[in-house]
């Protein structure tokens, strides 16, 4: 039973352009967890979605960042014209049931530098 | 807002101690509190989950605690080991999201 993947693990961006990153949460697991480490900063949360749907969304900034999770294929956070401040570690997280009703499983992350 | 906080934020001990990270809260209403470790430069490994009716839960030499009423948990290392050395990160669940603490940095010397 593989675990939570993301892709890719290292991402380098120049200012301006986009970058995607990909979650495929672990086998029978329909919510997902988007949450970010800023450099020598702890996690906090983006935003959590089930299929389809945005549950969540409070901790997303307001523009330039957008996280879909559709019917079919893995959930795809979106960050459109990064800037410097973007770099940072994103991490993603699924688990089988809603809310505290079981653990958050945790990727290994993908590493976002913007140049 | 909840805030977590874990002390000490960092921890140097010789390998075979007995040691204690502590966490806590400010808002005791949660669901459950999950203790991880973070090896740098990767993920997070889940260690241990504390359902909110629980009082602590034990995992080979890992040990945690929760007193919900005082908003705390304490995370038990028995018998230390070099392999120990990583960073310890408290999560608290209200619902949608977990706040996490800012971690400790264990590292445990041979």
């Known amino acids: 039973n593989a675990g939570v993947m993301q892709n890719p693990r290292h991402l380098v961006r120049r200012r301006g352009q986009e970058a995607r990153l990909r979650c495929s949460p672990m086998?029978?697991?329909?919510?997902v967890y988007w949450y970010r480490q800023l450099p020598e900063e702890g996690l906090k949360f983006m935003v959590y979605?089930?299929?389809?749907?945005?549950?969540?969304e409070s901790g997303m900034p307001k523009e330039r960042f957008s996280a879909e999770f559709p019917k079919e294929g893995p959930s795809i956070l979106r960050i459109q014209q990064v800037v410097r401040g973007d770099s940072a570690a994103y991490f993603c997280a699924s688990s089988r049931d809603r809310g505290g009703d079981s653990p958050l499983h945790f990727g290994n992350g993908t590493r976002l530098t913007v140049t | 807002k909840q805030e977590v906080t874990q002390i000490p934020a960092a921890l140097s001990v010789p390998e075979g101690e007995n040691l204690v990270l502590n966490c806590s809260f400010t808002d005791s209403a949660i669901y459950n509190l999950q203790w991880f470790r973070q090896d740098p430069g990767k993920g997070l490994t889940s260690l241990l989950l504390?359902?909110?009716?629980?009082r602590e839960q034990t995992s080979g030499r890992l040990n945690a605690s929760l007193d919900k009423s005082s908003g705390r948990s304490t995370l038990y290392i028995a018998a230390s080991q070099p392999g120990d050395s990583a960073t310890y990160l408290c999560a608290v669940n209200a619902g949608n999201m977990l706040t996490f603490g800012g971690g400790t940095r264990l590292m445990v010397k041979p």
């Open positions: 504390i359902q909110s009716s629980q």
């Open positions: 979605l089930q299929k389809e749907n945005i549950i969540d």
């Open positions: 086998k029978g697991h329909s919510h």
